[in-house]
């Protein structure tokens, strides 16, 4: 499987203001990034889908003007959270996924946001 | 749409005591059903993705077997470090969202000592 890293594992941050966070497939390039958002006790809910060098598609709900996505190489994207208000606080998740034959997505270890 | 149900919502076994968890899906046309692990505060850990209904693939104490409607994850003779939440999603083929998972709510596991 692969190796994916997001930077920072938590977070803590002020109502009003922005939060960058970083996700690095480190042993494959990725064709393809995903985010997803996980409240307490529910399951994964995918935001966007990113392909390098292009736009992220965002899935219906999601503000594509709060959440910035930049998949600037084959290794990195970062989700941008723009304005972050107290319903913003969750667990975000980035996972990769390198087509080809297979369809598996590897996952990270995921960024606990925290607006206060 | 995609719809992913997982039964039991928990379930609580002794260690040694097998058990099975169940994953019933809707979808139109499917490319791939994935199960993984997730650990409290840590991102979902790959376990098997089942393609076709009949496939079966094994890793130590866990058997994934996949139908038409519906997959079983089989724990045999449980360790307490298999305690964890464990995730179903399914792939649609085609679609508009290319590779797009939709997860069931998962069944959280409690093996005890």
């Known amino acids: 499987g692969a190796v994916v890293s997001q930077h920072p594992s938590r977070v803590i941050c002020k109502s009003g203001t922005s939060v960058k966070i970083e996700c690095r497939s480190l042993d494959f390039q990725a064709t393809t990034m995903f985010w997803y958002r996980q409240f307490p006790k529910q399951s994964l809910m995918l935001m966007a889908t990113s392909n390098e060098g292009s736009k992220a598609t965002y899935e219906q709900g999601v503000e594509k003007d709060k959440f910035l996505i930049n998949h600037a190489s084959l290794t990195l994207s970062t989700l941008t959270v723009t304005s972050a208000h107290p319903e913003d606080s969750s667990f975000y998740i980035c996972?990769?996924?390198?087509?080809?034959?297979?369809?598996?997505?590897?996952f990270g270890p995921g960024t606990r946001l925290t607006v206060t | 749409e995609d719809q992913v149900t997982q039964s039991p919502e928990a379930l609580r076994l002794q260690e040694g005591e097998s058990s099975s968890l169940n994953c019933s899906y809707t979808v139109s046309g499917l490319r791939g059903l994935f199960w993984y692990r997730q650990d409290p505060g840590k991102g979902p850990e790959f376990l098997f993705t089942l393609y076709s209904a009949g496939e079966e693939k094994e890793k130590e104490r866990l058997k994934a077997t996949l139908t038409k409607k519906e997959s079983f994850l089989h724990i045999t003779a449980p360790k307490p470090e298999d305690s964890a939440t464990y995730l179903c999603?399914?792939?649609?083929?085609?679609?508009?969202?290319?590779?797009?998972?939709?997860f069931g709510q998962g069944t959280i596991l409690t093996v005890h000592p």
């Open positions: 999603a399914v792939q649609e083929a085609g679609g508009t969202s290319y590779g797009k998972l939709t």
């Open positions: 996972s990769v996924s390198y087509g080809r034959s297979t369809y598996e997505q590897y």
